[in-house]
């Protein structure tokens, strides 16, 4: 199953963070990486991804380099900024209390702790 | 159709969504590498080359909805957090020379107009192309400079100095801007030839009798060169390249003790002015100590009536602004223009380190520091400490010729920061470019650069 329209949602920053806080990527490898991580249920379409890096590079969130792909060519790539690397923190604890509050109702409403 | 024919037609669709023609390069090179890397893969795959770019285009999406993804992405940063203080300066300026200190009817049309056409000329900067400034970085180096020498040769001499070359001083960093840039990757070659316009640019400041004008000059020059160094912008060894980099300085200034050291002397005296009350730090130590203790916190100082004489020379209009606002309207009025000026100089130096391009950096720190040392000179002067006249108070002092510099200089570092960002240098070097061209008995002008 492919998903796109759902990540529309906001959380497709997160996850492009998530995935430039390993390494610094370029975008078709950002593309392949995540439908790869996700067994193909993340495969972002170009028009979502490049105005995102755009748009993430003109808030310093990520910053740009380009490196050569072969002679003729050279390949954007992208490398995540400490902003970003804190953008990216708050994004996941904004997740993790969204996905406990979802399973707390899935699972009947019932609160429960870990002691 | 070759394959790269098509992939360049299906980028091409795309940019032409993108309002704003600066960020079309941006999106451009990318979008035709992320093409060439999915059909490269469809390729692997076992796709011939045909099919598989025409499956890349198919895959990456709409051209027009893509595009039209990256139009609003990519629009001009407008500068209103920047303009508002030079606004509020500019009134102030304006309120206080005409309204609160009465300097005439001529002063009052002089400053009305300089503001009016300073305005014109800050608006044009703003919304000006500042990238065919790299263009042609030869041409208006050497326009500068001639227009300098003709006022030096045409400006009567006021206080010892060409009275109208001075002002032109504060454009000299920003042509050393431009020559930096022009000189990128060429090594210690490089270097040598900033080195050298320097030299040829403090040689006139010198010329002009402008001392400020020549420290000015030197500071701004000395910060850029090393920024350009430490960016690595000669691809040279960066201990040698300081090392050659500091050689006319240390000129200068070897020849400055040997030619000037009466001067800086007599100028020193600033710093005990009551061993040498009429010596030239006189007016320094003691007449502004003077009426500045007797300035209030809020409103006029008790003295002020005795001085309203002083205050209302011309003298004061131009280079004692601040001292004339402290004693008639108290030091909150001072201290709330010097807070209006260190709120743009600190956004404008957070601005200026974050250019992403060499160009935009150099220009935009090129104008910042001149900018701000022209405000501390006069702080400084206008609190007593008169080691160096002032040029001028920036949008607030009186002065036509530095008004409108001053404003056109602002425009253009707020062009920086409107559209620096999608700026690249590699893409807007043109070595073989020329501004002014002449061929089949037909002169051209080359405004577009590309």
């Known amino acids: 199953m492919t998903t796109e329209k759902g990540l529309l949602s906001g959380n497709t920053t997160m996850l492009i963070l998530k995935l430039l806080e390993e390494k610094d990527m370029y975008g078709y490898q950002i593309i392949e990486e995540l439908a790869k991580k996700s067994d193909e249920t993340f495969r972002l379409k170009t028009g979502t991804l490049y105005p995102i890096l755009h748009g993430l590079e003109n808030d310093d969130l990520v910053i740009s380099y380009d490196e050569n792909a072969d002679k003729a060519r050279v390949r954007k790539y992208y490398h995540l900024t400490s902003k970003g690397k804190n953008l990216l923190k708050k994004k996941q604890s904004d997740w993790n209390a969204y996905k406990n509050a979802v399973n707390r109702v899935l699972e009947g409403g019932m609160g429960y702790a870990i002691v | ?450």
């Open chain 2, 1 to 450: 159709m070759q394959s790269s024919d098509k992939i360049s037609a299906y980028v091409g669709q795309i940019c032409e969504q993108i309002r704003w023609k600066k960020a079309r390069l941006r999106v451009e090179e990318e979008m035709i590498s992320h093409v060439i890397d999915q059909r490269n893969a469809f390729i692997e795959q076992g796709l011939d080359e045909e099919v598989a770019t025409e499956k890349a285009i198919a895959d990456s999406g709409d051209a027009t909805l893509i595009g039209t993804q990256f139009d609003r992405t990519h629009r001009p940063k407008p500068q209103w957090s920047m303009l508002a203080p030079v606004m509020s300066l500019l009134l102030i300026g304006l309120i206080i020379q005409l309204f609160i200190f009465d300097y005439g009817d001529i002063f009052a049309k002089h400053k009305l107009t300089s503001t009016a056409i300073g305005i014109i000329f800050m608006l044009a900067a703003y919304y000006f192309d500042f990238t065919l400034f790299s263009k042609y970085p030869k041409t208006i180096y050497f326009t500068v400079i001639a227009i300098s020498f003709a006022t030096l040769r045409l400006s009567p001499i006021v206080n010892g100095k060409s009275y109208y070359s001075q002002y032109f001083i504060l454009l000299f960093p920003l042509v050393f801007a431009a020559i930096i840039f022009a000189t990128r990757n060429k090594g210690y070659l490089g270097i040598i030839l900033c080195d050298l316009a320097f030299l040829f640019q403090a040689f006139i400041t010198i010329e002009i009798r402008s001392y400020t004008g020549f420290f000015l000059f030197s500071i701004v020059s000395l910060v850029l060169l090393s920024s350009a160094i430490s960016k690595n912008w000669f691809n040279v060894n960066k201990l040698y390249g300081y090392l050659l980099m500091l050689a006319p300085f240390v000129f200068f200034a070897v020849f400055l003790l040997m030619n000037m050291s009466e001067f800086m002397l007599a100028r020193s005296e600033v710093f005990y002015p009551s061993y040498a009350p009429y010596g030239i730090g006189h007016w320094g130590g003691l007449t502004i100590e003077k009426l500045l203790n007797y300035a209030n916190l809020f409103g006029i100082g008790r003295m002020a009536e005795q001085y309203d004489g002083i205050l209302g020379a011309s003298y004061f209009q131009t280079d004692l602004i601040l001292t004339a606002i402290t004693v008639r309207l108290g030091w909150i009025t001072t201290m709330g223009i010097i807070g209006l000026f260190l709120f743009f100089i600190i956004k404008g130096f957070i601005r200026v380190f974050k250019q992403k391009s060499g160009l935009g950096l150099f220009v935009s720190l090129s104008i910042m520091l001149t900018f701000s040392l022209q405000v501390v000179i006069y702080v400084l002067f206008n609190l007593g400490f008169q080691i160096l006249s002032p040029l001028s108070l920036p949008f607030v002092s009186y002065g036509n010729l530095a008004t409108i510099t001053n404003m056109g200089l602002i425009g253009f570092m707020l062009s920086v920061f409107r559209t620096g960002d999608v700026v690249k240098d590699e893409k807007i070097c043109n070595k073989n470019r020329k501004f002014l061209s002449w061929q089949d008995s037909k002169l051209t002008i080359d405004f577009k650069g590309r």
